[in-house]
């Protein structure tokens, strides 16, 4: 019942996210053909207009995108010639999906691995070294560890491509840039939670009756300590696919999130809603697969 209520309560949530990124979108300073190569004359910028339905009342256009949304229709681009909406997210989805899948992987790995050493050895030099390197990958923010990855390890080094987006080589340093500051932060908390349930009361009845250490640090300690960083995994995936227009545009990936940029500058309203839109629809998902996963790693939890 409970999840039935959060399904039904994220409806009207993705029309207003709809309505508001509707409104602002076509309150921002400038139009979808402000920047054309040759400046249109009144008549041809009055046909465009026109044709696009960008005369009416915003209401009224409102009310037009909400009919072709009801169809699965998200509008047709006023800047990518002969593409629509639907065109624009079938080509950059699967990019950004793989993407953001690839560092949401890599982080879960790397964050999941230190933060489990690192309080299997509290106190000695793995503990220091590993707590050091996830605070430094939080303190580093990706767009700023990107231009240092290309200048090392492409420019420099000349082990991986720059840019773009086609081989698996391709792939290594936007996951990377993309993928190592949620790492620290999957690190810190598995670190925390592991070090809270050495000290629950279950663990030291277990080891009173001769359980080893290794099978109290796997078997009790890893399962309660993973339960906070499934909590953080659904708005860390949301963070990764939003988030990752800025890594994409450095590395001039073609996933929607370059599209997203471009489309704002160019004030290419249909794309710039419709991808908004699918935006919050996948960090509505994501959320709730969170507490689907959450209750099935614990089965005590109950939702009201």
Known sequence: MYFVKRIALAIPLLLVISALAFVLVHLAPGGPFDRERAPASPEIERNLNAKYHLDEPIWKQYG??????????FGVSLKYRNHTVNDIIAQGLPVSLTLGGLAFCFAMGIGLTTGFFTAARRGGWEDY????????????????????????????????????????????????????????????????????AMQAEFITAARAKGLGENGLLWRHAFRIAVLPVASYSGPMLADLLTGSFIIEN???????????????????????????????????????????????????????
């Open 129 to 196: 070294v590993g707590s050091f390197l996830s605070v430094l990958a939080v303190c580093v923010p990706g767009f700023v560890l990107a231009p240092l990855l290309i200048l090392i390890f492409a420019v420099k080094l000349k082990w991986l491509p720059v840019a773009l987006w086609g081989s698996p080589w391709h792939m290594i340093l936007p996951v990377l840039a993309l993928g190592l500051y949620f790492g620290g932060k999957v690190a810190r908390l598995t670190r925390e939670g592991m070090l809270q």
């Open 250 to 304: 450095i590395f001039q990936i073609p996933g929607i999130g370059v599209f997203l940029v471009n489309s704002s500058l160019n004030r290419d309203y249909t794309v710039v809603v419709g991808l908004s839109l699918l935006y919050a629809v996948l960090l509505v998902g994501l959320n709730l697969a969170v507490d689907f996963a959450y209750r099935w790693l614990d089965p005590r939890v109950k939702y009201e």
């Open 64 to 73: 037009r995108y909400l009919g072709d949304l009801a169809h699965g229709d």
